[in-house]
């Protein structure tokens, strides 16, 4: 093992600089024209996506309670077509709810009919833009079906996805809370957020409480942790509510949280009852560490191109001066070159969130997995090899990077997930 690990340390920045270097060119000299082909070659053969959720809350003085479901359609998964006015998309999307699993006992149904038209072409694939379908269902408690359906105009192509949800009889309990439902309040469309891009704006949390001996007071217990991140939220506070079902707009303070994926629980509690509701919101990193907690975390993976002498160079003095030292190492490896260095860092911590998310399964985060590390150091394998767990081997994965003629072979020797680098080799 110790010879692989050399091997590939003496291979790593230069297959890192490599790949880097790679996407530079990509960002300043993509053709349009290429680029405008991919993008409706591939919405004309694969069904349009759609993302969704949906968040139930109780009503006042009924035994009924009402899910909102927000649909989002990014433009980049509908096909846009040239008209005199621009750039136009048509789709339809449906919901059908249904008492039973054999989808017979309709309860609800609504369609939706959306027309976008934009001006310029490179809005059509705009994995940033999207358009939103929201609806009200009131029902009684119970579980129920529902069919979401997106059909394109443009393609005839449709996508459906098929999901239980329970609404809750809140009123029942002595103590409940309902769905939260997270959003920008800088955001005026009303639209629920996952994804902050900005902490200079607070995230606000919806949810509603009730209780059956209102007005009294319950202890609020809000949780965000992360397992990529250094930084959390765990605060308690106590709260007393005048009414029996009560609305409440808690403010999450994410400006000194570092960049990940946060487990989001709140507790409501008061004597033996007690309820809770989760979510998940993720912290996009900033253009530059946003603070301290967030240069910690984006210095740490430098181990792997770069000295202990200068890991610890980078960790010395106040923020300001960290911060600078941090962004000097960039800009020195990309020759003093502003863009250049920005894109680096860029593809370099696009590589580690990657890694965080896909390629962890041992104690630590993903980044500091051995699959991770390679990932990070040569980019996407060109093509891997999976073979699951039979009678005789342990799961393993063979990773191929044609360009560099390397080849890595990871074992899940105990069937955690955790895959261990245990063989690295030349392709001739």
């Known amino acids: 093992m110790t010879k692989i690990s050399e091997h590939i340390k003496r291979g790593c920045i230069a297959a890192l600089a490599i790949g880097l270097f790679g996407l530079t060119v990509l960002v300043s000299g993509c053709s349009p024209a290429i680029h405008s ?14 993302g969704f959720f949906i968040v139930n809350y109780p009503l006042m003085k009924s035994d009924s309670s009402v899910s909102e479901l927000y649909a989002r359609i990014r433009y980049d998964d509908v096909v846009f077509v040239h008209t005199d006015s621009g750039f136009f998309a048509h789709y339809q999307f449906s919901v059908n709810v249904f008492a039973d699993k054999q989808l017979t006992d309709v309860v609800y149904s609504n ?63 002595p103590l409940a809370i309902s769905d939260i439902l997270l959003y920008n309040n800088e955001d005026t469309s009303g639209i629920p957020i996952d994804i902050l891009r900005s902490r200079e704006d607070t995230l606000l949390a919806d949810f509603y409480v009730t209780m059956k001996d209102a007005p009294a007071t319950f202890s609020l217990h809000a949780l965000a942790k992360s397992i990529e991140s250094p930084t959390s939220i765990d605060t308690t506070i106590d709260i007393t509510q005048a009414n029996r079902v009560q609305k409440y707009k808690l403010p999450i303070e994410t400006q000194m949280l570092a960049a990940g994926t946060y487990q989001f629980k709140l507790t409501v509690k008061k004597g033996k009852a007690e309820s809770s509701s989760e979510s998940v919101f993720r912290i996009l990193r900033s253009s530059i560490p946003a603070n301290p907690a967030e240069l910690d975390q984006e210095i740490r993976p430098l181990i792997y191109i770069t000295t202990p002498e200068e890991i610890a160079l980078l960790k010395k003095g106040t923020f300001e001066e960290r911060r600078q030292r941090f962004l000097d190492f960039w800009l020195t490896r990309a020759d003093g070159n502003k863009e250049k260095a920005s894109a680096m860092r860029a593809e370099f911590y696009k590589r580690v969130d990657y890694a965080n998310l896909h390629l962890g399964g041992g104690l630590g985060q993903g980044w500091e997995s051995d699959r991770g590390r390679i990932y990070i150091l040569y980019g996407p394998p060109d093509q891997v090899e999976t073979h699951d767990e039979d009678f005789t081997t342990p799961p393993y994965q063979i990773w191929y990077y044609y360009n560099v003629k390397l080849e890595f072979v990871f074992l899940d020797e105990f069937g955690t997930g955790d895959y261990r680098l245990v063989q690295t080799s030349s392709l001739s």
Do not use: C, Q, W
């Open 111 to 173: 369609i939706f009919d959306k027309k976008i038209t934009v001006p310029h072409y490179a809005m059509t694939n705009s994995v940033t833009a999207f358009d939103t379908v929201r609806d009200r269902v009131i029902l009684k408690p119970g579980k129920y079906y529902i069919i979401l359906k997106l059909y394109d105009y443009n393609t005839d192509h449709t996508s459906s996805r098929e999901i239980t949800h329970t609404f809750k009889d809140f009123l029942k309990s």
């Open 37 to 50: 082909f991919a993008a409706d070659f591939k919405n004309t053969l694969f069904p349009p996506r759609f």
